[in-house]
């Protein structure tokens, strides 16, 4: 058995209230149905994340940080083997900072646009530095 919940959110740009529904799975149904299941293609149906998830900016956080580490790694090992024996330290430094930066933006941004705890209805109900 589902527990719904309806919550009126103020929608931040138009100022109006707007109804959000809110479902739970059951623990014997797992996650068929539930908000956090992807639908097809990442198109949305609208409903919100449980509320025990991480918000959108956290994830997005924590995700650059952890691809920041193995982009600057990657490309210094990628430095490495294009210079061979011509590389120097600045070299090295500048592309694993070259790596770090854009590792961390991409995986931000991918994890922006595809996750489902970052779209709107999440990002204006549960998101608190929006």
């Known amino acids: 058995m589902e527990f719904v919940e309806e919550r009126l959110v103020l929608q931040k740009t138009a100022k109006t209230p707007f109804k ?16 956090i299941q992807a639908g097809i293609l990442g ?15 956290r994830l997005m956080r924590h995700t ?7 982009g600057g790694l990657t490309f210094w090992v990628l430095c490495r083997l294009h210079y061979d024996s011509r590389i120097t330290v600045p ?3 500048r592309w694993a900072t070259c790596g770090a930066i854009s590792m961390s933006c991409t995986s931000a ?4 646009l595809f ?3 970052c779209e709107p209805q999440n990002v204006a109900a549960y998101d608190t530095n929006s």
């Open 64 to 70: 650059a940080g952890v691809f920041s580490v193995g």
């Open 91 to 93: 070299r090295s430094l």
């Open 20 to 35: 959000i529904k809110r479902a739970w799975p059951s623990v014997a149904g797992g996650l068929a149905g539930s908000p």
């Open 43 to 57: 198109w949305s149906d609208g409903e919100l994340m449980r509320s025990d998830a991480k918000p959108c900016t």
């Open 115 to 117: 996750s489902p705890e």
């Open 109 to 112: 941004l991918l994890v922006r």
